[in-house]
């Protein structure tokens, strides 16, 4: 709530600073779309370990984990430009990641061979929120170039879903987690636009943005049924967690514990995970105003 009301009231000293501006007419609305990225690191990680280590225990194995890495995004902004170079844009936005990607196989330890088959749905929405200070300048007539940077905020979930299957005891399983959290960040970029008719330009845009997701607690949901019966468990109160698991070779896996994390045979260095949601992002669209 702090750093909500944070970036609010800077927001707002930002808009009086400015109201002379608003009265020449300095006022533009830009509206974007078009692809983002994201970095990933634990989750990315921890699905690279997954397939390695159902490869290295499988018989046979097709298909694959995907990674958290890109997405589509939506975002708007409000810029009041103090005079012909300053100006401070307010706006918000959309991102979103998300895929559906599987393995299947084979195996035969324990006796006797089995088939199996494993889903993975991971999913990030954030919805950032931003100022961004503004510095433009005009090459040519129809042409102009601006550079901005500012902090971020930016309100995430995280979802995930795995479903799995065994002819081994009959198993069929489905687990999910889903959690929300906060966070801050910085983002710079650069702006190029093309004016088609007074008051309407085309504008293309690059951008980096820099945050990061750690101590991820979230609702965690697990059905298992096998030949014996059906067992569900939930909790409000798990964490997304990272470890190495020991099995010949050196798994990296993530995973869904309570707050003492992991524990067993072959589990070693666990922590808290952590999803860079930082990377650069290209958009496209119209400005209107100035």
């Known amino acids: 709530m702090k ?34 990225w994201m970095q990933g690191d634990d ?9 390695r280590l159902a490869k290295d225990t499988s018989d046979s194995l097709t298909g694959g984990y995907g990674q958290l890495s890109r997405g589509w995004s939506l975002q708007a902004e409000i810029v009041n430009y103090w005079g012909s170079h300053l100006g401070v844009g307010i ?25 199996f088959s494993s889903v993975y749905t991971p999913k990030i929405s954030a919805i950032p929120f931003f100022i961004n200070l503004h510095y433009r300048f005009q090459p040519a007539a129809r042409l102009g170039v601006e550079v901005f940077a500012g902090p971020v905020f930016q309100v995430v979930q995280f979802g995930f879903r795995r479903e799995a299957t065994s002819s081994l005891n009959s ?9 929300s959290d906060t966070a ?12 088609i008719v007074r008051g309407v330009t085309f504008i293309a845009e690059g951008f980096y943005r820099s945050s990061k997701l750690s101590n991820i607690k979230g ?4 059905n298992s049924t096998t030949s014996s019966g059906t067992v569900t468990t939930s909790s409000s109160a798990y964490y997304l967690w990272s470890y190495d698991f020991t099995s010949g070779a050196v798994y990296p896996l993530t995973g869904y514990f309570d707050a003492n994390g992991p524990t067993g045979p072959g589990v070693s260095n666990p922590r808290k995970a952590e ?16």
């Open 184 to 195: 801050l960040g910085f983002q710079g970029g650069v702006t190029c636009s093309v004016r």
């Open 43 to 51: 989750y990315n990680t921890g699905v690279l370990g997954a397939f």
């Open 219 to 222: 609702n965690w949901f697990l």
């Open 3 to 36: 750093k909500i009301i944070g970036i609010a009231s800077a927001a707002a000293l930002l808009l009086m600073a400015g109201l002379p501006a608003f009265s020449q007419q300095q006022v533009a609305f830009k509206l974007l779309g078009g692809l983002g």
């Open 275 to 290: 999803i860079n949601l930082s990377g650069p992002a290209v958009m496209f669209g119209v400005k209107f105003g100035i």
């Open 171 to 179: 198993l069929s399983e489905i687990e999910t987690f889903n959690a």
């Open 91 to 115: 706006g918000g936005g959309f991102f979103r990641v998300s895929g559906t990607s599987g393995v299947t196989g084979t195996a035969s330890l324990p006796d006797p061979t089995f088939q």
